[in-house]
């Protein structure tokens, strides 16, 4: 079984940044590509940001790039996403999700396990 606990939420002003974390309580996490997903309410689900098993290939949705960066720590089986220049089209629950494989992607449908997720407030 694999825990997901997202954390690093909160509101902030427009321009501001955010550390979101990922913890894992499983070590098969460690060899799978991670990602992160956002939801706003009324609004479907979309794809942020993925990483592959080692750390590399990093993918990003055109509206993030440039301003978040995703990271992993295999070590502490933990996954990060440092979000600079928020915008308060950024508001959305974040969750943070393990893939079926070695790579991140940007379909949700590749993932098989997803965490509660972190409410990001971005005020104007």
């Known amino acids: 079984q694999v825990q997901l606990v997202e954390s690093g939420g909160g509101m902030v002003q427009a321009g501001g940044s955010l550390r979101l974390s990922c913890a894992a309580s499983?070590?098969?996490?460690?060899?799978?590509?991670m990602g992160w997903f956002r939801q706003a309410p009324g609004k479907e689900r979309e794809f942020v940001a993925a990483?592959?098993?080692?750390?590399?290939?990093?993918l990003y949705a055109d509206s993030v790039k440039g301003r978040f960066t995703i990271s992993r720590d295999r070590a502490k089986n933990t996954l990060y996403l440092q979000m600079n220049s928020l915008e308060p089209e950024d508001t959305a629950v974040y969750s943070c999700?393990?893939?079926?494989?070695?790579?991140?992607?940007?379909?949700?449908?590749?993932?098989?396990?997803w965490g509660q997720g972190t409410q990001v407030t971005v005020s104007s």
């Open positions: 990483i592959a098993w080692n750390g590399g290939s990093p």
């Open positions: 499983a070590r098969t996490t460690t060899n799978n590509g």
């Open positions: 999700a393990a893939s079926r494989s070695a790579y991140g992607s940007g379909d949700s449908a590749q993932y098989r396990y």
